[in-house]
């Protein structure tokens, strides 16, 4: 049985820093590629980045770029996302997801986690 587990979300002022984590069990953790997303009450769920199986190639929305770092650490079956400079609207619901295809497209994954909170205040 697989399961996705996400941590590390919270109330933060803008400008400061979360670090989520992504934890995948049941699954061979380096046969998948990675992605983080997010929703926002009343609006569609959005791809924020992605990482390959390898963490060699990774990838940004554009709202985010240069602001939230992903990683991965194989040996530990964990997903990262340092997000750094964080703004109002950055508040969301934030979901990791495991699938066979590194992606921002969210039918492109076939795992997720139940989400975890980050609230950005002003």
């Known amino acids: 049985q697989v399961q996705v587990v996400e941590s590390g979300g919270g109330l933060v002022q803008a400008g400061g820093s979360l670090r989520l984590s992504c934890t995948a069990s049941?699954?061979?953790?380096?046969?998948?590629?990675m992605g983080w997303f997010r929703q926002a009450p009343g609006k569609e769920r959005e791809g924020v980045s992605c990482i390959s199986w390898s963490g060699d190639y990774t990838r940004y929305a554009d709202s985010v770029k240069g602001r939230f770092t992903i990683s991965r650490d194989n040996a530990k079956n964990t997903l990262y996302l340092q997000m750094n400079s964080l703004k109002p609207e950055d508040t969301a619901m934030y979901y990791c997801a495991a699938g066979p295809l590194v992606s921002l497209v969210a039918a492109r994954y076939n795992y997720w986690g139940q989400g975890t909170q980050v609230t950005v205040s002003s």
């Open positions: 049941g699954l061979t953790f380096d046969d998948y590629a």
